[in-house]
């Protein structure tokens, strides 16, 4: 069996007061694409920050590779290897590719290992090779999000988070990053959680997927049968 590189049991989180999960269980084992859909507000992107403890977190466990994590700061959970690739793609406007691709490698391990990791994002990402000394604000939608990919992919995370990658890109460019994501986990050995409006594309790629409504986890299961769950068609009009 695989080994499970993040767990989470029974959280309980939110900002300061304000509870959003009411006891998320979930489970991402190596080598897989996991999909957490569900509508605006559910507690998906609060999910994912409470991996990263950017959240207030009561209660439950949050392990990865079988340690707990609760208690480290976020830059440790990084220098661990857990990443994310955050909404809004969170990229350095007035700076350069490259320079943007620099300050994604500020891990010890990372550092040592960055001419590696750039020649595996340029190929990853040619137009960012013909890109690099632009200035990263003057990016097109599509290159950007490949940006902030490949920032992300910088700090070499076994655990790569996605927050609704495709959010604003042309439908053709969409494709792309789906195209992305299968890459990441077939040819970099890379474990995926991803967050995603694209219901159908996610199942798609999905090898499990997790429904999230009003801070709790109402569905499970492979990601190809849940494309085929009537509730779930119903709900997120499938066709
Ligand atoms: N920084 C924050 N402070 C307070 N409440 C927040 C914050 N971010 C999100 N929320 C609230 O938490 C709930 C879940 O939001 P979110 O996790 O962003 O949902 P989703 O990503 O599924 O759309 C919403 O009610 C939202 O208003
Ligand atoms: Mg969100």
Do not use: W
Request: net charge neutral; charged share 25%; proline share 3%.
């Amino acid at each position: 069996m695989a080994e499970t590189m993040l767990e989470l049991k029974n959280v309980e989180a939110g900002y300061g007061e304000f509870r959003v999960l009411h006891g998320i269980n979930l489970r991402v084992d190596k080598g897989e694409i996991v999909a957490l859909v569900g509508p605006n507000g559910a507690g998906k992107t609060t999910t994912l920050r409470t991996i990263l403890r950017m959240t207030t977190l009561y209660n439950g466990e949050i392990r990865f590779k079988g340690k707990d994590i609760r208690h480290l700061p976020t830059h440790k959970i990084v220098e661990e290897g857990v990443t994310m690739v955050p909404e809004g793609r969170g990229i350095f406007n007035p700076l350069t590719v490259y320079e943007n691709l620099v300050a994604g490698a500020y891990t010890k391990k990372a550092q040592e290992k960055m001419d590696d990791t750039l020649e595996f994002v340029f190929s990853l990402f040619p137009r960012l090779k013909e890109r690099r000394n632009q200035i990263a604000g003057t990016l097109s939608g599509g290159e950007a999000q490949m940006l902030a990919i490949a920032r992300a992919i910088m700090s070499r995370p076994e655990v790569l988070m996605f927050d609704e990658p495709s959010l604003g890109l042309a439908p053709k460019i969409v494709l792309e990053v789906f195209d992305t994501v299968v890459k990441l986990r077939d040819e970099a050995n890379m474990t995926i959680l991803i967050v995603e409006q694209h219901v159908k594309n996610s199942l798609e790629i999905a090898d499990r997927a997790y429904v999230m409504e009003m801070g709790q986890i109402v569905l499970e299961g492979e990601g190809k049968a849940l494309l085929n769950d009537e509730r779930l068609k119903k709900a997120y009009l499938i066709i």
